[in-house]
């Protein structure tokens, strides 16, 4: 039997920790063979933490066999206390009339800490990544506080978004979404990410040649990913809980098998014309488990430098407005 591998999770009683506690404890995010200890994280208010109480009685009541232990806590020190990987679920919603600035500096407070006490108290191979939104640039802020751990160990989720290209894609050619391979999302986990139709591929061939229909996959495919989340909430009245928590199933499974090629927000160091400084979506080869290279020079035409030139402004405007907390 494998030691167990800890994993932090914040915002546990929320709706994607609801959809995902499940699924990690069930193995499908470190396998079938690889038992776990779940860490909870949740804001130190009754009703948040009353509501982790039942998660946690649920997840009892499913007698999973690699699940050994639970931890619930609304200390962070408790949460990320040699964890393995840390699950950054948990953030301030974007509140009535409140602006995006202010989100950003909100939610910039929170990743300050948990980045603080990842960096002290995590384990020594501790990866991160970063779900709650501004996803990119959280990621970026919890980065700035570590002393000990590469910037490398921390990552955000830009799955969601290839997931969602991958089946808009397979939809259009009417193929099964196992035939699109290579489908790379650059730039922020926001409607400017560019979905790099040009690179992906079906049954191995172009999707440009493929499909065609070069105005759809330039205009209206890169809409219904960007905007995907709006859609599901004009149509569901809450935000994607069940397709956030898998796809951050897949993103850490995929960083953790070798081979896999996928898209992820990491530091970016130039590449694609990305600012040296931001956490940008980049396509990326896992080389080790939890371990992974930036796929370089794959060929940009110009729509896609003019794409990723504005999602590389946003990022770097939202770096800007939280600047000051970095130092
Ligand atoms: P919920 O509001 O249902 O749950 C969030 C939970 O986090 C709450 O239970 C809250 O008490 C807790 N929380 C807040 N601050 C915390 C802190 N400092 N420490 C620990 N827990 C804290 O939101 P949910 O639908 O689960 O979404 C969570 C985050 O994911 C949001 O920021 C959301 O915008 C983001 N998303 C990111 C996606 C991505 O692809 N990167 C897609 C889905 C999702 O919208």
Same mark, same amino acid.
């Given at each position: 039997?494998?030691?167990?591998?800890?994993?932090a999770?914040?915002?546990?009683?929320?709706?994607?920790?609801?959809?995902?506690?499940?699924?990690?404890?069930?193995?499908?995010?470190?396998?079938?063979?690889?038992?776990?200890?779940?860490?909870?994280?949740?804001v130190?208010?009754?009703?948040?933490?009353?509501?982790?109480?039942?998660?946690?009685?649920?997840?009892d009541?499913?007698?999973?066999?690699?699940?050994?232990?639970?931890?619930?806590?609304?200390?962070?020190?408790?949460?990320?206390?040699?964890?393995?990987?840390?699950?950054?679920?948990?953030?301030?919603?974007?509140?009535?009339?409140?602006?995006?600035?202010?989100?950003?500096?909100?939610?910039?407070?929170?990743?300050?800490?948990?980045g603080?006490?990842?960096?002290?108290?995590?384990?020594?191979?501790?990866?991160?990544?970063?779900?709650?939104?501004p996803?990119?640039?959280?990621?970026?802020?919890?980065?700035?506080?570590?002393?000990?751990?590469?910037?490398?160990?921390?990552?955000?989720?830009v799955?969601?978004?290839?997931?969602?290209?991958?089946t808009?894609? @397979?939809?259009? *050619? &009417?193929? +099964? /979404?196992?035939? $699109?391979? =290579?489908?790379?999302i650059f !730039?922020?986990?926001?409607?400017?990410?560019?979905?790099?139709?040009?690179?992906?591929?079906?049954?191995?061939?172009?999707?440009?040649?493929?499909?065609?229909?070069?105005?759809?996959?330039?205009?209206?495919?890169?809409?219904?990913?960007?905007?995907?989340?709006?859609?599901?909430?004009?149509?569901r009245?809450?935000?994607?809980? @069940?397709s956030? *928590? &898998?796809? +951050? /199933?897949?993103? $850490?499974? =995929?960083?953790m098998?070798? !081979?896999?090629?996928?898209?992820v927000?990491?530091?970016?160091?130039?590449?694609?014309?990305?600012?040296?400084d931001?956490?940008a979506?980049?396509?990326?080869?896992?080389?080790?488990?939890?371990?992974y290279?930036?796929?370089?020079?794959?060929?940009?035409?110009?729509?896609?430098?003019?794409?990723?030139?504005?999602?590389n402004?946003?990022?770097?405007d939202?770096?800007n407005?939280?600047?000051?907390?970095?130092?």
């Open positions: 039997m494998k030691k167990p591998i800890r994993v999770v914040t915002g546990a009683a929320g709706q994607i920790g609801y959809a995902l506690l499940f699924r990690i404890a069930s193995g499908a995010m470190f396998g079938a063979d690889q038992p776990v200890i779940l860490q909870l994280l949740e130190p208010v009754e009703k948040a933490l009353k509501a982790l109480e039942g998660v946690a009685m649920e997840l009541d499913c007698a999973f066999p690699l699940l050994h232990g639970i931890v619930q806590t609304s200390k962070p020190e408790e949460a990320f206390g040699d964890a393995n990987w840390s699950l950054l679920v948990g953030a301030k919603p974007r509140g009535p009339g409140m602006e995006r600035a202010d989100l950003l500096k909100d939610n910039g407070k929170i990743f300050i800490e948990q603080r006490v990842i960096d002290r108290v995590a384990a020594s191979d501790a990866r991160v990544a970063v779900v709650g939104n996803a990119n640039t959280n990621a970026m802020i919890a980065a700035s506080q570590a002393k000990r751990l590469p910037a490398d160990r921390f990552t955000a989720m799955r969601l978004d290839q997931n969602r290209a991958t808009q894609l @397979a939809k259009k *050619a &009417n193929v +099964l /979404v196992s035939n $699109v391979s =290579d489908v790379f !730039g922020n986990h926001s409607p400017t990410m560019f979905s790099a139709f040009h690179l992906a591929k079906i049954n191995g061939k172009p999707v440009p040649q493929v499909i065609g229909h070069l105005e759809w996959l330039k205009s209206e495919m890169q809409e219904t990913v960007g905007k995907r989340g709006a859609a599901i909430i004009a149509a009245g809450m935000s994607s809980a @069940a956030a *928590a &898998n796809a +951050l /199933v897949d993103h $850490v499974r =995929d960083l098998t070798p !081979g896999m090629i996928h898209s927000a990491v530091k970016s160091h130039g590449d694609y014309g990305f600012d040296p931001v956490w979506g980049l396509p990326v080869k896992t080389t080790a488990p939890g371990a290279e930036v796929i370089k020079n794959l060929p940009i035409d110009d729509f896609a430098r003019e794409k990723i030139a504005i999602t402004k946003e990022l770097v939202e770096r407005t939280v600047k000051d907390m970095l130092k």
